[in-house]
């Protein structure tokens, strides 16, 4: 049997997810008047992630691979990071609930 990122039973996979999840968690951590209901969390995942360009990788150590090089890539570090703080902006703004 084939093992896949995070035990999901997938042929491929947006490492993107994984890579703004993390990071999104990690700057809310500095956001200590905001809403962090799971829907609002949800609403800052996916604004964020439809303002990322997709990575599709079909292993796990493609998955690695790709993480690495958005860690070690400061300019795709930097994007990303005003990516995911403008959804929070923006979410946090106009929650919908």
Same mark, same amino acid.
């Given at each position: 049997m084939c093992?896949?990122?995070n035990s999901r039973n997938l042929g491929v996979f947006n490492v993107a997810e994984?890579?703004?999840s993390s #990071?999104? @968690?990690?700057l809310?951590?500095?956001y200590k008047d905001i809403c962090k209901c799971e829907k609002c969390i949800n609403d800052m995942l996916?604004?964020? #992630?439809? @303002?990322?360009k997709p990575h599709y990788v079909t292993s796990d150590s493609g998955a690695v691979y790709a993480k690495v090089a958005f860690q070690v890539n400061p300019?795709?570090?930097a994007t990303l990071t005003c990516t995911v703080m403008q959804a929070i902006e923006k979410v946090s703004s106009n929650p919908h609930h």
């Open positions: 093992s896949t990122l994984i890579i703004v #990071l999104l @968690n990690k809310l951590e500095d996916a604004l964020s #992630l439809n @303002n990322v300019q795709e570090l």
